[in-house]
């Protein structure tokens, strides 16, 4: 602990805080490292989430080179929907030194496979935080679908948002 710090703490009673990131495992099925070049390539990542039973909203690290470093389950929701902020998505990024992310969530019910008004929304807030913190978000995949097997880029189809 730095003297400042212990000056800090012990003047006024403050807590001190240390963060940390815990390595919780990889595993063995997929390769460390893998680069992400297009949105399908997450897939093998977030296979899972085709068929989990309640909305789950997860962040995928990417470092310079867009290979994956790690996961993280920003929100885990109900049938129809899950509650998201800026703050958290890019809590664990800034821990993960993540360069930039991929961000990702499933429709379990089995609804049409399009974004709703909320998902755009919700994208558009995180392109903005974002670019405000240096940290850039790639695409918001959505999976699920009629069949359990669809996929959908909210980049692909709204680019406009990223602009």
């Not at 919780?24 to 460390?32: F, K, M, Q, T």
């Not at 996961?71 to 885990?76: D, K, W």
């Not at 821990?95 to 930039?100: D, E, R």
Request: negative net charge; charged residues 20%.
């Amino acid at each position: 602990m730095d003297t400042a710090s212990l000056a800090l703490q012990m003047s006024y009673g403050l807590p001190l805080f240390k963060l940390f990131l815990v390595k919780e495992g990889a595993s063995p099925d997929i390769p460390l490292r893998v680069r992400i070049g297009a949105p399908e390539d997450v897939l093998d990542f977030i296979r899972p989430l085709f068929h989990a039973a309640e909305e789950h909203f997860i962040t995928l690290h990417l470092n310079a080179r867009n290979e994956v470093t790690g996961v993280h389950e920003v929100s885990h929701g109900t049938l129809s929907s899950s509650l998201v902020h800026p703050r958290e998505v890019y809590k664990a990024a800034f821990i993960a030194n993540s360069h930039s992310l991929m961000v990702c969530h499933n429709h379990p019910s089995g609804a049409r496979l399009s974004p709703s008004q909320e998902d755009l929304a919700t994208t558009t807030n995180l392109i903005e935080a974002g670019v405000i913190l240096g940290v850039s978000l790639l695409d918001h995949i959505i999976v699920g679908g009629p069949d359990r097997r669809d996929w959908y880029s909210i980049r692909e189809h709204y680019p406009e948002l990223w602009l």
